[in-house]
């Protein structure tokens, strides 16, 4: 029977929008549906005072594949902005990600080979062989007084747990330099899409229709019949009806608000350390687009148990959990006319430039089959 497209999307965000356009491209039609209001998913930037809000916490778009960067490139003119978030430690202002600045700052040392003797010092009293957790890892990479300060209050928020009872793994992706240089990536490719992400996932679905306000899982049989292929980029277990239970994520909640000032912090991000503030950053959008406005709106960010229901953001890389997503992956196999994708199909923490570019594989590979 001929189904009335071939391709159903459900979810418009970043994994949805680049399927999509890249079968449209193919000849091939589609439907994109979301339960949101809204289109581009967690990358979604709203106009506030004329300024680009990201309501779903900070995006900064790099990445180290330049086919990647060619290809969003294609949908958006990204502006100049470099990652350089500051920490907030009881008034005391360090640079991050650590590097001669911080270290300069914490200790007064001037040169790199002061900087490593001070840290040689302060880690030889408390070296662990082989790290067990973030704590003795964070230890052993930048000694004690950088953690004290700049890591331990901020990550036992941030995850709502001790440090000793976190992965090391967690740590290891914040980079240590040994020279001045603030920004936070190593990545050669980075900036933020002048005009916003939204603008962004418009301009790669343009032509495509939209229904919103949609719950696919509501009505799931019935939107089956309506298309060849279905591309699934909401939760997984919610996908099986939680089958073998709940996956857990970590969730955040946001406070925005808007101030009749310019400018409120003088960055785009600033993270406070210590462990009273009960924020674990504030991110002020405007900087993000070196934004002249006359008012300016922030976002304190509240790192937060999840429970379902709750918006679902970083998920819990812990054993428990990765092995119940086993489970659940060894399900989607045999689902043969869906595709699971992007970072709630495949539970994965996935920088946007991976999630372009996992979509852009897998609907090469998906065109390619239905050529036969
Ligand atoms: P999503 O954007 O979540 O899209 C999935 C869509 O599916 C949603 O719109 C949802 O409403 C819809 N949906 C779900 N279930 C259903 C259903 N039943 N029916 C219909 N629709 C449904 N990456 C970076 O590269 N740089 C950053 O600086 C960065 N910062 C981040 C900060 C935070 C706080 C977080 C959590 C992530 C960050 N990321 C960053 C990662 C980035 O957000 C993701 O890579 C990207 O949003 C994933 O896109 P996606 O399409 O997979 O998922
Ligand atoms: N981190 C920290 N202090 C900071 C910023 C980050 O200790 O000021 C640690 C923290 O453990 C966090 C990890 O580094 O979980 C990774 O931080 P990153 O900013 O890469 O994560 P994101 O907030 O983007 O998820």
């Known amino acids: 029977m001929n189904k009335k497209y071939d391709f159903l999307i459900v979810g418009?965000?970043?994994?949805?929008?680049?399927?999509?356009?890249?079968?449209?491209?193919?000849?091939?039609?589609?439907?994109?549906?979301?339960?949101?209001?809204?289109?581009?998913?967690?990358?979604?930037?709203?106009?506030?005072?004329?300024?680009?809000?990201h309501k779903y916490g900070a995006h900064i778009f790099h990445t180290s594949n330049k086919e990647i960067w060619a290809y969003v490139n294609q949908f958006a003119v990204f502006n100049r902005y470099i990652n350089s978030?500051?920490?907030?430690?009881?008034?005391e202002i360090y640079n991050l990600p650590f590097n001669m600045n911080t270290f300069n700052k914490m200790w007064g040392v001037i040169t790199p080979d002061d900087a490593r003797k001070k840290i040689e010092q302060q880690r030889r009293d408390n070296y662990v062989e082989y790290p067990q957790n973030l704590e003795e890892q964070a230890i052993n990479l930048?000694?004690?007084?950088?953690?004290?300060?700049?890591?331990?209050?901020?990550?036992?928020?941030?995850?709502?747990?001790?440090?000793?009872?976190?992965?090391?793994?967690?740590?290891?992706?914040?980079?240590?330099?040994?020279?001045?240089?603030n920004n936070y990536f190593d990545d050669p490719y980075q900036g933020i899409p002048i005009g916003g992400y939204?603008?962004?996932?418009?301009?790669?679905?343009?032509?495509?229709?939209?229904?919103?306000?949609?719950?696919?899982?509501i009505d799931k049989v019935n939107w089956d019949e309506i298309a060849d292929k279905v591309v699934y980029t909401g939760p997984v277990d919610a996908y099986f009806d939680y089958k073998y239970g709940v996956l857990?994520?970590?969730?955040?909640?946001?406070?925005?608000?808007?101030?009749?000032?310019?400018?409120?912090?003088?960055?785009?991000?600033?993270?406070?350390?210590?462990?009273?503030?009960?924020?674990?950053?504030?991110?002020?959008?405007?900087?993000?687009?070196?934004?002249?406005?006359?008012?300016t709106v922030i976002s304190r960010e509240y790192s937060e148990e999840w429970k379902r229901g709750d918006e679902p953001y970083y998920p819990i890389n812990d054993s428990k959990n990765s092995v119940l997503y086993e489970k659940y992956k060894a399900l989607t196999e045999t689902k043969t006319n869906i595709i699971f994708g992007g970072r709630l199909g495949e539970y994965k923490y996935y920088d946007m430039d991976k999630v372009v570019e996992t979509a852009l594989h897998k609907a090469t590979e998906t065109l390619s089959y239905m050529k036969y």
């Open 85 to 91: 978030p500051i920490a907030n430690y009881n008034g």
């Open 198 to 217: 939204t603008s962004m996932i418009e301009r790669l679905i343009k032509g495509i229709e939209v229904k919103l306000g949609t719950d696919y899982l």
């Open 12 to 53: 418009a965000g970043l994994y949805g929008a680049v399927f999509a356009h890249e079968v449209k491209k193919a000849g091939k039609t589609c439907l994109i549906i979301d339960k949101r209001n809204h289109i581009a998913g967690n990358i979604y930037t709203e106009q506030v005072d004329d300024i680009q809000v």
């Open 248 to 295: 857990e994520y970590r969730s955040l909640r946001f406070e925005t608000e808007v101030l009749d000032m310019p400018n409120f912090q003088g960055n785009a991000v600033v993270n406070y350390t210590d462990s009273q503030t009960p924020y674990t950053r504030i991110i002020e959008h405007k900087h993000f687009e070196f934004g002249t406005q006359p008012k």
């Open 142 to 181: 930048v000694g004690l007084d950088v953690y004290n300060k700049l890591i331990r209050g901020y990550t036992e928020k941030q995850w709502g747990r001790s440090c000793k009872e976190i992965p090391a793994f967690i740590i290891r992706r914040l980079p240590v330099r040994f020279t001045y240089d």
